[in-house]
């Protein structure tokens, strides 16, 4: 007979692979490692990956200081979303841990404002240089973002223990930032060395938006997720060449 255990590791390993069938691109295979590299990057929500969303909030029960991740059967598009009061880690293959979370301040939208984010862009490799060019729209007016490179291992570890985050560019988290124009639209162009490392076997490698709710960044770091730092928007990186 098979464990409760066993069977959320099951339903895990095919969540993420089903999210990397669905959102890796068709240029996943390529043919050298030092050839040129170019690829579109169509970026998603946690929701359109089959997870809830990881740092926006609803408040379920009104009056009870407490809030949820929002998830596929939340329809209300006018529902406000809020921050959490602690920072919240994130959990994305757990479907228990949608909540209850300590209620922190609004954050001034409606989940239709959050749903709004948007983007697309091209990631290329010529040697060891690389160059990412992307545009955002439906963003927070005026709202101050950061760019990261980020990896999740496969199949990932039970009790999940996050990501590793690293600022696009410079290490320091100098080169990740951008803002929103008032109406919502961004557009980041960079220029880095080394390229990004690409997914594996191991692990499944991507580029995502980082918002900032605080209007502040905190270098390297990405900041309290939850209660100052929320994910809207990531896509996922193809498989290095040479793996089958």
């Given at each position: 007979?098979?464990?409760?255990?066993?069977?959320?590791?099951?339903?895990?390993?095919?969540?993420?692979?089903?999210?990397?069938?669905?959102?890796?691109?068709?240029?996943?295979?390529?043919?050298?490692?030092?050839?040129?590299?170019s690829?579109?990057?169509?970026?998603?929500?946690?929701?359109?990956?089959?997870?809830?969303?990881?740092?926006?909030?609803?408040?379920?029960?009104?009056?009870?200081?407490?809030?949820?991740?929002?998830?596929?059967?939340?329809?209300?598009?006018?529902?406000?979303?809020?921050?959490?009061?602690?920072?919240?880690?994130?959990?994305p293959?757990?479907?228990?841990?949608?909540?209850?979370?300590?209620?922190?301040?609004?954050?001034?939208?409606?989940?239709?404002?959050w749903?709004?984010?948007?983007?697309?862009?091209?990631?290329?490799?010529?040697?060891?240089?690389?160059?990412?060019?992307?545009?955002f729209?439906?963003?927070?007016?005026?709202?101050?973002?950061?760019?990261?490179?980020?990896f999740?291992?496969?199949?990932?570890?039970?009790?999940?223990?996050?990501?590793?985050?690293?600022?696009?560019?410079?290490?320091?988290?100098?080169?990740?930032?951008?803002?929103?124009?008032?109406?919502?639209?961004?557009?980041?162009?960079?220029?880095?060395?080394?390229?990004?490392?690409?997914?594996?076997?191991?692990?499944?490698?991507?580029?995502?938006?980082?918002?900032?709710?605080?209007?502040?960044?905190?270098?390297?770091?990405?900041?309290?997720?939850?209660?100052?730092?929320?994910?809207?928007?990531?896509?996922?990186?193809?498989?290095?060449?040479?793996?089958?």
């Amino acid at each position: 007979m098979r464990t409760k255990e066993a069977d959320r590791t099951k339903i895990i390993t095919l969540n993420i692979a089903v999210a990397a069938a669905l959102f890796c691109l068709a240029t996943a295979t390529l043919a050298f490692a030092d050839e040129p590299v170019s690829i579109d990057l169509a970026f998603i929500t946690h929701l359109d990956a089959n997870m809830a969303e990881q740092d926006v909030y609803i408040e379920r029960i009104k009056g009870s200081g407490e809030v949820w991740r929002v998830t596929a059967g939340d329809h209300n598009m006018n529902a406000p979303l809020y921050k959490t009061a602690v920072e919240v880690q994130h959990d994305p293959f757990n479907a228990d841990a949608v909540g209850p979370y300590p209620k922190g301040e609004p954050l001034g939208m409606t989940l239709g404002d959050w749903l709004k984010h948007s983007g697309t862009g091209r990631y290329t490799c010529n040697g060891s240089e690389g160059r990412i060019e992307m545009d955002f729209k439906g963003l927070v007016p005026n709202g101050v973002y950061t760019v990261w490179h980020a990896f999740i291992t496969i199949p990932p570890p039970v009790p999940f223990t996050g990501t590793l985050d690293i600022p696009l560019g410079a290490r320091d988290g100098s080169e990740s930032v951008f803002k929103a124009d008032r109406n919502g639209n961004a557009k980041f162009v960079h220029d880095f060395v080394p390229c990004l490392q690409m997914s594996d076997i191991w692990t499944t490698s991507m580029v995502a938006i980082n918002y900032h709710s605080d209007g502040r960044t905190y270098g390297g770091h990405p900041g309290s997720f939850g209660n100052r730092s929320h994910i809207p928007l990531f896509s996922m990186l193809p498989k290095r060449a040479g793996l089958e």
